[in-house]
């Protein structure tokens, strides 16, 4: 079955630097465009980050242009969200997500949480 597990959240300050990773099984990982989504507390969750299943195109939120970057390895059927210059309002739960078979598949998230 797919799976997906996030890693790598914590407490930053303000103007660091995180890398979240999302460790996946159960479908052929390098055939898939993987996505990174965050959810806000009282807000809906949002995409953040998308990358095709070879890595070639990448697509950011414009909130996050020029501070994070997705990657992914898929020898390693991982998939990264390096981010910089972090910011109080990136304070959300972030989830990867993949769609196999015409269905969306979720990890559990990982919290970030940017302090002032």
């Known amino acids: 079955q797919v799976q997906l597990v996030e890693s790598g959240g914590g407490l930053v300050q303000a103007g660091g630097s995180l890398r979240l990773s999302c460790a996946a099984s159960?479908?052929?990982?390098?055939?898939?465009?993987m996505s990174w989504y965050r959810q806000a507390p009282g807000k809906e969750r949002e995409l953040v980050a998308a990358i095709t299943s070879a890595g070639g195109i990448t697509n950011y939120a414009d909130s996050v242009k020029g501070r994070f970057t997705i990657s992914r390895d898929n020898a390693k059927n991982t998939v990264y969200l390096q981010m910089n210059s972090l910011k109080p309002e990136d304070t959300a739960v972030y989830y990867c997500?993949?769609?196999?078979?015409?269905?969306?598949?979720w990890g559990k998230g990982t919290l970030v949480t940017v302090s002032s």
């Open positions: 159960g479908f052929t990982f390098s055939r898939y465009i």
């Open positions: 997500k993949v769609r196999f078979n015409g269905v969306d598949y």
